[in-house]
């Protein structure tokens, strides 16, 4: 005798799926009323049968496969589970963070901080954590706030005296208790590493904007006006004769923003960039960060910037600003050049 399917379907299942389906309408529907799935279903509709004296009859959990969940229920749970992540998407794209100021005030860009390295410049960072806890002053995380070590650069914790946990109460201790009004916390490649975004997001998630790699969004004042910002850990297009040529070129091709940030690549550049074609200014900001004395840019003959790790910007909210951004190298320079115009306001 000829080997049998071991789902084999009786022949009272088979009509009593068409049935079903004559009586219902829809193979939904029908599947519904007989308590099986709409595979189940299926494999019962394209049953046939042979004359078979020894027909064998196998449990429900054969011929129903009990085991696993129905196919269109994981359909269903996917197609959630997209609908819920294209939302998402959408809802990060040129989101809004209202700042309640009249007054012109300040925003510190921290460039990459790698808090935890022994080549992180403290001196340099709590200077300008001090000047951020002013009256009037808020802040943007570019990105990498610790080394977070994977795979083979693990071993890289060898050569400096934090661990990795020491490194998750210092991303901790920066996000809330640095004395920062984060207006936006921006995730590098650094902190995607070992889960690192899930941690940070989950840390921070409801509490602040948590965006991986590029934030786009809109400062909105009580006065009416918007400053449009466009920060990304970093960005495609890089020129050995252009510091700033994968962020010229997200000003010339983007959405016209008021100020581009740019992290990454430990390297510093500022420009006030006028785009006549367009009528439009804006400008193009790339961060040093607070990493010295990086080996790896030892050895691979990258140059050890000085300047830049921050940027301060002058944001101007009243209606009728001679300009709406201003930026600083200086972010002491900046911060005092903005109470002066507060105290003129």
Request: hydrophobic share 35%; net charge negative.
């Amino acid at each position: 005798m000829a080997k049998r399917d071991p789902r084999a379907i009786t022949p009272e299942q088979h009509e009593a799926a068409k049935l079903a389906v004559q009586t219902h309408g829809t193979k939904k529907d029908a599947a519904q009323s007989l308590g099986i799935s709409e595979s189940a279903l299926q494999r019962w509709l394209k049953a046939t049968f042979e004359d078979d004296e020894d027909r064998i009859e196998y449990p429900d959990f054969v011929t129903l496969g009990d085991d696993e969940e129905p196919i269109e229920a994981i359909i269903d749970r996917l197609e959630k589970g997209f609908k819920r992540k294209h939302k998402a998407a959408a809802a990060r794209k040129w989101f809004q963070v209202r700042v309640k100021e009249t007054k012109p005030y300040g925003v510190i860009a921290f460039g990459d901080p790698h808090l935890g390295d022994p080549g992180c410049n403290v001196p340099l960072l709590k200077s300008h954590l001090e000047i951020a806890r002013r009256d009037g002053v808020y802040g943007i995380n570019i990105g990498d706030t610790t080394n977070n070590w994977v795979g083979r650069l693990m071993r890289l914790y060898a050569e400096q005296e934090t661990s990795a946990a020491t490194e998750k109460r210092l991303a901790e201790w920066f996000m809330f208790d640095a004395g920062v009004k984060w207006l936006c916390w921006i995730l590098g490649n650094h902190d995607e590493w070992n889960g690192g975004s899930d941690f940070q997001k989950r840390l921070g998630g409801t509490h602040i904007p948590i965006i991986d790699w590029k934030a786009q969004f809109k400062v909105t004042h009580p006065t009416g006006t918007e400053i449009k910002v466009d920060a990304a850990h970093g960005r495609k297009g890089s020129s050995i004769w252009n510091e700033l040529h994968g962020t010229l070129r997200a000003a010339k091709l983007g959405d016209m923003a008021d100020v581009y940030y740019t992290g990454h690549t430990h390297n510093f550049a500022l420009q006030d960039l006028e785009i006549p074609d367009k009528g439009h200014n804006a400008w193009l900001v790339q961060l040093r960060g607070y990493k010295w004395h990086d080996h790896h840019a030892l050895v691979n003959s990258f140059p050890e910037y000085q300047r830049g790790a921050s940027v301060f910007t002058i944001c101007d909210p009243r209606p009728d600003a001679r300009r709406r951004v201003q930026c600083f190298e200086d972010v002491e320079f900046g911060a005092d050049v903005m109470e002066w115009m507060r105290g003129r306001a």
